[in-house]
């Protein structure tokens, strides 16, 4: 499956038991060239407290607490509204024509919830790396610095993106976001996902991002969120109902279906 081109291979373990996952069978799994192929591994299983719980595998075999894309393409999946479990709490999902709405949560912004190394105000950090300084800090699910830039498009990502994902500040290292003003309410975004490396698309990162903006008084919300691979509209209101959660709205699509052989991957 599919959102805006961030693709993912999911596996739905809710009836049918699946051998253990482990980081080196994701990761095996999403190698392109002797793999199936993906930027993560989304697998489903039985969830005692919720509908059914989720988890998200990176293309490296790290697992990651939340998946928006990833989690509009389980929503796809599933075909109804649902409650299900991720290791960053519960979220709500809802099919939509076309693709889905999620409520992500609710953002968080203390300095140790990113998680940072030190105290620090993540409003504006007073961090930078050459031309990306001052960035502000989000987890909404996993952690995510945002820098505003004049033009997205010109940001050195590939280069400055492992490099600011590795920096010792992120103990449990980070996303990295470079956006900029692109009309009213509207956003454009690149994104070096934790992970993952450079995408078309980040979920995530589109919540983050919007946050950020309404945060800084640079748009209002809904925000349109335009990605390499499209569009994401983001809805968040600071004091607002459902108590600040964000709502993402965007495609997902099934690409194709397929079988393996465990024991290739093991």
Request: glycine letters at 10%; charged letters at 20%.
């Amino acid at each position: 499956m599919h959102g805006l081109g961030n693709d993912f291979v999911v596996l739905d373990a809710r009836t049918m038991p699946m051998p253990r996952m482990t980081p080196a069978i994701a990761r095996a799994l999403a190698d392109r060239r002797t793999g199936i192929g993906c930027d993560q591994l989304v697998l489903l299983e039985p969830s005692e407290a919720h509908d059914f719980r989720v988890r998200f595998f990176n293309s490296d075999g790290s697992e990651a607490g939340a998946c928006g894309n990833g989690s509009r393409a389980v929503a796809v999946l599933h075909g109804a509204p649902a409650t299900v479990e991720t290791a960053s709490g519960p979220i709500t999902l809802e099919p939509l024509a076309g693709g889905a709405r999620v409520d992500m949560g609710v953002p968080r912004f203390d300095w140790d919830a990113i998680p940072l190394a030190y105290p620090m105000d993540t409003f504006t950090m007073p961090v930078g790396w050459e031309n990306l300084t001052e960035p502000m800090a989000v987890n909404v699910g996993n952690p995510h610095v945002i820098f505003f830039v004049a033009d997205a498009e010109a940001a050195e990502l590939d280069r400055l993106g492992p490099l600011i994902e590795h920096d010792p500040l992120f103990p449990e290292r980070v996303n990295v976001n470079v956006a900029s003003l692109a009309g009213e309410d509207h956003l454009r975004l690149r994104v070096w996902e934790r992970g993952a490396g450079l995408t078309r698309a980040c979920g995530t990162g589109a919540c983050a991002t919007a946050v950020a903006a309404i945060r800084r008084g640079l748009v209002s919300s809904p925000v349109r969120v335009t990605l390499p691979g499209g569009d994401l509209l983001i809805a968040w209101e600071p004091r607002g109902a459902p108590s600040g959660s964000i709502l993402m709205s965007g495609p997902a699509v099934e690409s194709f279906r397929g079988t393996f052989d465990w024991d290739d991957y093991a």
